[in-house]
């Protein structure tokens, strides 16, 4: 069973992680606190509109490629939690460029690389104080997404043994880095009993996977929800499509 009792989600706007926040809010037993952050909260109109109907959602501004601002947007959801830890965190936010050898320029590496890697990353460091607090109070249960966890949302196409048509350096290279990242906090944060997991949603109809990816939002979130009920020790550094099925680095 999955039963977070506080949960920040980036990218909450639109697409996947929006149907995050929706689904999550079904969960049997519902999450406290949903930190539903993204660039535009006066954009955010649908994510507006979950906010009003459900007193859980607290939409915070939060722009993943400036790490400068973090620090602000902890201290806002410290103010909510009153002491509490938070038990889940879930880095969505994601640009694609599919640029191939001939098109790829540094500015768009750079640019790739600092919304898709270094904002997760550092995201995962700003909290990692709230996310400790939450893994220690649920000390002696098994480590799971309910208790403490890090789930970074990556592409297989950042998967090395899955790459055989090339291309697309600023995306497959900032997921792969990212799989880094996640491999690294997992066994960086094992002793704090916290888990580290890539989660790939499938190639889902959204902005960015465009209208003929191969499923919808709704059929990507129930899955990965599924596998996030299910992670434990074992599963912990992985990385995992949505159907549960692991996929090589
Ligand atoms: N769709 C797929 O087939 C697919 C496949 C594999 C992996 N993924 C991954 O899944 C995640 C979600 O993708 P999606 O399909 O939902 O994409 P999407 O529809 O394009 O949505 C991307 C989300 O990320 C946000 N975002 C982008 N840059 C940001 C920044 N600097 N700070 C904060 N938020 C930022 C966007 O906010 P704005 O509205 O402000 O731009 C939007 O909410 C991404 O990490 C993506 O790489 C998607």
Redesign the pocket.
């Known amino acids: 069973m999955l039963c977070p009792s506080s949960i920040l989600i980036?990218?909450?706007?639109?697409?996947?992680?929006?149907e995050l926040v929706r689904q999550l809010l079904l969960l049997e037993t519902p999450p406290k606190h949903v930190f539903a952050?993204?660039?535009?909260p006066d954009k955010a109109e649908d994510l507006q509109k979950l906010a009003e109907s459900n007193g859980a959602v607290r939409v915070l501004k939060?722009?993943?490629?400036e790490p400068e601002s973090f620090p602000g947007v902890r201290e806002e959801v410290e103010a909510v939690l009153q002491g509490d830890g938070l038990n889940l965190l879930i880095n969505?936010?994601?640009?694609?460029a599919r640029d191939n050898l001939a098109a790829v320029t540094v500015q768009r590496m750079e640019s790739l690389y600092r919304?898709?890697t270094i904002?997760p990353l550092f995201l995962a460091k700003e909290f990692l104080p709230l996310i400790q607090k939450a893994a220690k109070a649920g000390s002696g249960q098994p480590m799971s997404c309910s208790k403490a966890a890090i789930i970074n949302?990556?592409?297989?196409?950042g998967s090395m043994e899955d790459n055989s048509s090339g291309g697309r350096y600023p995306y497959r290279i900032s997921?792969a880095a990212l799989n880094m990242v996640t491999k690294n906090l997992s066994v960086d944060l094992k002793a704090d009993d916290i888990l580290s997991v890539c989660l790939?949603?499938?190639?889902?109809k959204?902005?960015?996977?465009g209208p003929n990816?191969l499923i919808t939002?709704e059929q990507s979130v129930q899955g990965m929800i599924n596998v996030m009920a299910s992670l434990d020790a074992e599963k912990n550094g992985l990385m995992i499509d949505y159907a549960g099925k692991i996929i090589p680095w």
Do not use: Q, W
Not at 10 to 18: D, F, P
Not at 37 to 40: A, G, H, K, V, W
Not at 153 to 157: D, R
Not at 200 to 204: A, D, L
């Open positions: 980036t990218g909450a706007n639109r697409g996947i992680g929006l952050t993204c660039r535009s939060l722009d993943v490629s969505n936010a994601g640009i694609i919304t898709n904002g949302m990556t592409s297989k196409v997921k790939h949603p499938g190639y889902v959204t902005e960015m996977g990816a939002s």
